[in-house]
């Protein structure tokens, strides 16, 4: 048992060893290059490079010491840097044909002089030459192999040339020569009219989808003229073969049902015609015989030669679309449950929470007044001052609350009537004069709306106004806040501005949804639920208006609020407000002091 154990380890390390080889390799192939096949062909040719630039260097010193000659000795040093400057440029750039051309026509270069030195038959090393260009055309890498042809056929030229006598060259050596030039032609031509072994054909314009195949595994075949398969991605072989084995030269329309024939002949037929594609439902058969419905999406490609194009099909079973939507249905039927239990939650809330909060706040108010006698110490009357205040902040934020269930259920209509602004201006800077005042700080109100009528909700003016005022307030230490109001025949514009904190620019687009402050965490400064803005937004929005924000740390804010004089003549107003407004609730403040049809609550 030990020793099979030690044998396992012992095979499993080689292989280890390798596959982390093949991950360092993958690492230096360039990123643009993601066709898996073209990846791994690159990452040994860096390999291959690496291996051959260190031996070379290693060879130089040998040679040194040797005393094979300053020439001798330096040559393999040159070549090994050519060889590493390649590497490093294949891992840049991915230009697998540039370099394999440089490569082949210095080893072409270095073949020639080896040749000329120990004067080797010509047959023999133009067979050499030949076998670099012959291997290019036959992978399909046309440009590839003509400039391999191009640099061997310049090197055997210069060797001729450079030989010590002509007379040196037999008529056979001339008639091999030409012999092996027309056979790498040869080869180059046919290579040039078939498609490449991954699935790129010569002379064509493929579309992406043949390289994406592979990456992700999609089903995917090209047809040639006659609608034979001259490319087939692993999801497609995996399809019809049993064994995922070549289906290169068969005939798609065999494997489709022949009731569906038609409909696919007509699919090809149109994006022949159109170029725009096609799709079609059909029935597949797979190699254990039976048929599975699938859907077929067409492209052709456009040939660069003006030959006949190939038409590029993608196929996905129908069972997995059944399958993304039996996924999607599912989520669907969650968000819903979500939903209703969000709702649900809600309506608990509503009962069990402020039921107790206004019963809290109530006796509360009845003790802070001393209805059934004072208090005994001034420490009581306070203590009992901060039961009611608490209360009623906790009742605010649950009104907050179930009011977003409103806004998300479409169930928060205005109501619009006529008034004036200039009213509804004044009585909002009165309800936090009072918090200015205790603050140290300076209200102006500037009005030009004297006499001026709007038609709007009055509640939501109301409540926009008091939550930009709040806001203000509450992030300003010392100087001055201004209430503005202008209006012209279109719209009414109310900005509040403030020498408070200010906001950072990158920080003014995450304000205006619901719950977001700048600071948060226990050791935040200022308090609040984050829905004030979120408010001022919703309401605006309802109306047809907008509401913008400028703003500089350290100088102030300034949110501006541009309503329409007569909202009901909006038509085009916001359905999807889900993400950006929270609403407020019927639910009031017992201890305000505001007429009780602008009575409302403040968020910040």
């Known amino acids: 048992m030990t020793e099979a154990s030690n044998n396992g380890r012992a095979v499993a390390a080689p292989a280890g060893a390798v596959s982390q080889l ?9 990123a643009k290059v993601l066709v898996p096949s073209e990846r791994r062909l690159q990452g040994r040719a860096i390999g291959a490079l690496i291996v051959a630039g260190l031996l070379m260097a290693m060879a130089s010193p040998v040679l040194a010491v040797l005393q094979a000659g300053a020439l001798a000795a330096a040559t393999p040093m040159i ?30 270069i270095t073949l020639g002089l080896i040749a000329c030195a120990v004067e080797a038959p010509l047959a023999a090393w133009l067979l050499v030459l030949a076998i670099a260009p012959g291997e290019a055309a036959i992978a399909g890498r046309r440009k590839l192999a003509l400039g391999l042809a191009g640099s061997a056929a310049t090197v055997a030229g210069s060797a001729v040339m450079l030989a010590e006598s002509a007379s040196t060259i037999q008529p056979a050596d001339l008639a091999s020569a030409v012999l092996l030039l ?35 595994g999609a089903a995917m075949v090209s047809l040639d003229v006659e609608g034979r398969i001259v490319f087939a991605s692993k999801g497609a072989r995996t399809l019809f073969s049993e064994n995922g084995g070549s289906i290169e030269g068969l005939r798609l329309l065999d494997s489709v049902l022949v009731a569906d024939r038609i409909a696919f002949l007509k699919a090809m037929a149109d994006a022949k ?24 999406r067409f492209l052709v490609a456009t040939a660069a030669d003006d030959r006949a194009a190939l038409v590029h099909i993608a196929m996905t079973l129908a069972v997995e ?27 608990a809330v509503s009962h069990e929470l402020r039921t107790p909060l206004n019963a809290i706040i109530g006796f509360s108010d009845i003790l802070d007044q001393e209805f059934f006698g004072g208090f005994e110490s001034e420490r009581q009357k306070e203590y009992v001052g901060l039961i009611r205040q608490s209360g009623q902040h906790l009742l605010s934020v649950v009104n907050s609350l179930l009011d977003v269930s409103k806004i998300e259920a479409g169930r928060y209509e205005l109501t619009p009537e006529p008034f004036s602004m200039d009213e509804a201006v004044i009585t909002a800077a009165g309800v936090v004069r009072e918090e200015v005042r205790r603050k140290g700080l300076r209200l102006d109100v500037r009005s030009s709306c004297q006499g001026e009528t709007i038609i709007a909700d009055q509640r939501a003016c109301h409540q926009i106004l008091l939550n930009l005022l709040s806001n203000a307030v509450k992030f300003t230490d010392s100087g001055v806040i201004t209430l503005e109001s202008q209006i012209d025949a279109e719209a009414i514009e109310l900005s509040v501005s403030d020498t408070g904190i200010g906001i950072a620019e990158a920080d003014i687009e995450r304000l205006g949804r619901p719950f977001t402050q700048l600071s948060s965490g226990p050791a935040r400064r200022y308090q609040g639920t984050g829905l004030g803005l979120s408010l001022v937004k919703g309401l605006a929005e309802l109306h047809g208006g907008a509401m913008t924000i400028r703003s500089q740390p350290g100088i102030g804010t300034m949110v501006t609020v541009r309503l329409p004089t007569d909202c009901t003549r909006q038509t ?4 999807s407000l889900k993400e950006n407004i929270v609403a407020l609730s019927d639910a009031r403040t017992k201890t305000t002091n505001q007429p009780k049809t602008l009575a409302t609550r403040r968020t910040a």
Request: glycine share 8%; proline share 4%.
């Open 572 to 575: 085009d107003k916001s359905q």
């Open 321 to 347: 679309e059944g399958k993304v939507a039996q996924g999607l249905q599912v989520a669907l039927d969650a968000a819903h449950q979500s939903s209703a239990a969000k709702s649900q939650f809600l309506a």
């Open 273 to 296: 015609t159109d170029g725009r594609g096609s799709r079609v439902e059909g029935r597949l058969r797979r190699p254990d015989g039976q048929y599975v419905p699938a859907v077929m």
């Open 182 to 216: 027309a056979y790498v032609a040869t080869v180059a031509r046919r290579s040039a009219k078939r498609p490449a072994q991954e699935g790129h054909p010569a002379g064509t314009s493929v579309h992406p989808m043949a390289d994406a195949a592979e990456l992700f």
């Open 79 to 108: 070549i090994a840097s050519l060889t590493l400057a390649a590497a490093a440029y294949l891992s840049a750039t991915g230009a697998l044909d540039h370099v394999a051309w440089l490569v082949g026509t210095l080893l072409s």
């Open 22 to 30: 093949r991950e360092r390799l993958d690492e230096l192939v360039a």
